[in-house]
């Protein structure tokens, strides 16, 4: 069964940093763009950023425009998120996601921005 | 910027009844829209990709269409498991931007 795994995610003073990772496993990561999606509590879904699978187009979400650095690994199937300079209001659930048909999702990793 | 809007935000319906959900973009759309559903605790799940292609494993009451500005998803019969959440999400390739709407919450009535 093909998996994303979330990781990374926890409590964090503003203005702190945190870095996300997604393990890939069962397809093949390298073929697919990934995005990161994220959810404030009780709120609609958000894009935040995209990587195509190459890792050389990389773009983000004016929110987060700045803040956040998107990376990959294709040689041990993950997916990053660097988060600096965070705000209350990136408080979320953090998904990774394919781009495209397959449609995966990970079960996400909650990120708490709180002092 | 693009943006999409979701109508209505609630809608009620008995098991058995013809949901259709509408998704508004601000401007023409020429990428391609796709349709999730959420269910509380869960992560969203692909329904339609490229406007109105059946993801994987997708029944066949749902269905979807759209182009322009105007997009609709429909479910033909709601089962017991499709009271949800439905966001459309606009994918565009060039910049590759992935808008959501706001969501359609499909409550039983």
């Known amino acids: 069964e093909v998996q994303l795994v979330e990781s990374g995610g926890g409590l964090v003073q503003p203005g702190g940093s945190l870095r996300l990772s997604c393990a890939a496993s069962?397809?093949?990561?390298?073929?697919?763009?990934m995005t990161w999606v994220r959810q404030a509590p009780g709120k609609g879904l958000e894009w935040v950023s995209y990587?195509?699978?190459?890792?050389?187009?990389?773009y983000y979400a004016d929110s987060v425009k700045g803040r956040f650095t998107i990376s990959r690994d294709n040689a041990n199937n993950s997916l990053y998120l660097l988060m600096s300079s965070l705000r209350d209001d990136d408080t979320a659930m953090y998904y990774c996601?394919?781009?495209?048909?397959?449609?995966?999702w990970g079960q996400g990793a909650l990120v708490t921005v709180s002092s | 910027e693009i943006v999409l809007t979701q109508s209505p935000a609630t809608l009620s319906l008995s098991p058995g009844e013809r949901a259709t959900l509408s998704c508004r973009a601000s401007?023409?759309?020429?990428?391609?829209l796709a349709w999730y559903q959420q269910k509380p605790g869960q992560s969203p799940r692909l329904l339609i990709y490229?406007?109105?292609n059946r993801a994987t494993g997708i029944p066949a009451r749902f269905s979807a269409s759209g182009s322009g500005t105007d997009f609709t998803l429909t479910i033909s019969s709601l089962e017991p498991e499709d009271f949800a959440v439905y966001y459309c999400?606009?994918?565009?390739?060039?910049?590759?931007?992935?808008?959501f709407g706001p969501g359609t919450k499909v409550d039983i009535k």
């Open positions: 999400q606009l994918q565009s390739i060039w910049p590759p931007v992935f808008t």
């Open positions: 990587i195509s699978s190459s890792g050389r187009t990389i």
């Open positions: 996601a394919t781009v495209g048909e397959i449609g995966y």
């Open positions: 401007q023409s759309v020429s990428s391609s």
């Open positions: 069962r397809f093949t990561f390298s073929s697919y763009s």
């Open positions: 490229d406007t109105s």
